[in-house]
């Protein structure tokens, strides 16, 4: 991931086909997210797409923005409609949200704390593969892996797909 600068940041907002690509992927969100959240989604994918684009795997960068944005209006959705979970226990001193039920909580339980700690990474501060597996002390296949392989766990848990 590389850093990015505010001056490459401003370059690549400047660009009008960058910013229409940030309006037709904020657009399908128009009726869940307010104009100012659509607006911080586009920038934040655009920062995202500046980070992580990298020519050499075929994609243009319009495609990679509009991904970017995509999943940040996704995400943002996700933060409106749910509190996140504390997949740390202890360390987190919130009282769950009423919307979350028993089963919920129950189904967290059947994890380890690694696996715990693990899907807080990828899910809730949305590392990366790489990241996560150099954190963990492995590579980025095995970290893809260990989700795969958590997921599997609590579908079979719940008997419910999680679109992931």
Known sequence: MKKVTDEEFEKAYSNQDNKNIIKAAAKKYSSKLSKDAQK????????????????????????????????????????????????????????????????????????????????????YENRTLEEIGKKQGYSKEAARQNINKILSKLRETTGKDFGV
């Open 40 to 123: 911080t989604c586009g920038m934040h994918g655009l920062w995202r797409c500046i980070q992580n684009h990298d020519d050499k795997y075929g994609r243009k960068f319009t495609t990679s923005l509009f991904i970017h944005v995509d999943w940040e209006c996704k995400r943002e959705l996700g933060i409106l409609t749910r509190k996140p979970l504390s997949f740390l226990g202890e360390h987190d001193e919130e009282i769950p949200s009423p919307a979350i039920s028993g089963e919920a909580l129950d189904i967290l339980d059947t994890l380890t704390e690694k696996q715990k700690e693990i899907m807080y990474q990828r899910f």
